[in-house]
């Protein structure tokens, strides 16, 4: 998400990130009212939340330990100091885990994992708990039984007391259906035409959309490409001069939902570029579609 702090700054914040006094904080704030680990960001079924760690914090007067982030909305850490929040997007995958016995879903911001008397992930420690799994921040780590912790993303895979136990790329915002079809209606296929700054959407020779700026570039490069790009190697085509992978991989989530809104605002599919549940980002096109460079 996207906050404007006291003073005009513009911060982005993600899954995990700590609003604090502490230096280590994600959106550190020099002031002695604010508590050392104030609030938590945390991704809970599918919301982008505010969660209240060691001091609670208050919208529209009304103090709060839980909070369902949305633009327009006007924190209070203390009288007066205030955050804005200016844009919440989801990232494009969260990692979940799958197993036999136990339905796909996305890891909580720690969590532990209990295979009898059936399989299923606890958010608080359990004595029956055969691993614990947290994001750091940057990742995500695992340990299991009493082996050393390790990082953990899409394709780890562990037996664990017999059992398979898989990590996946879970798509937030999955959209189904082909190029051809939307909501059930049958479409022409699209001609998209890329200009590197803009890219023209058109069917049947309408065009039926245009997107500008990085949304533009991204598509145009994957194009010219013609095959999946690692996301890194994605990001960095569009900011060469970051070197932070963890901010870059934020930009580049804002970027796709930015994508995504506006395909959907224009009754396009919203899965037009999109991740392939390996850390790789691709333009998906369907039988009919193409893409063509034009300058």
Do not use: N
Request: aromatic share 4%.
């Amino acid at each position: 998400m996207l906050l404007r702090v006291p003073g005009g700054a513009l911060v982005e914040l993600t899954h995990g990130d700590i609003v604090g006094r502490l230096w280590t904080a994600a959106l550190h704030l020099d002031d002695a009212r604010v508590s050392e680990a104030h609030a938590m960001v945390s991704l809970r079924g599918g919301e982008l939340k505010l969660l209240a760690l060691r001091a609670m914090f208050a919208v529209d007067g009304k103090p709060l330990r839980e909070l369902t982030l949305a633009a327009g909305q006007h924190i209070e850490l203390a009288r007066g100091l205030r955050l804005e929040v200016i844009e919440v997007v989801l990232p494009q995958a969260v990692l979940a885990l799958a197993m036999p016995g136990l339905a796909r879903q996305p890891l909580p911001g720690a969590c532990w994992l209990l295979l009898k008397p059936h399989p299923r992930l606890l958010s608080r420690q359990s004595a029956g708990a055969v691993a614990s799994f947290w994001f750091t921040g940057g990742g995500w780590r695992a340990q299991v039984g009493d082996e050393p912790p390790e990082e953990v993303a899409p394709g780890w895979t562990r037996a664990i007391d017999g059992v398979p136990v898989e990590a996946v790329a879970h798509e937030l915002s999955r959209a189904g259906g082909q190029a051809t079809r939307l909501g059930g209606r049958v479409d022409a296929p699209l001609r998209i035409v890329c200009h590197y700054d803009t890219v023209v959407l058109e069917r049947d020779g309408v065009t039926t959309a245009t997107l500008a700026g990085q949304s533009a570039r991204l598509l145009s490069e994957l194009a010219e490409v013609g095959a999946p790009l690692e996301w890194e190697t994605a990001a960095r085509l569009l900011w060469p001069a970051e070197s932070d992978s963890i901010l870059l991989r934020r930009r580049l989530d804002t970027v796709l939902a930015r994508m995504r809104r506006k395909l959907k605002s224009h009754r396009l599919r919203p899965d037009l570029v999109r991740a392939d549940g390996a850390g790789k980002v691709l333009l998906h096109l369907e039988p009919g579609d193409e893409a063509v460079l034009d300058g």
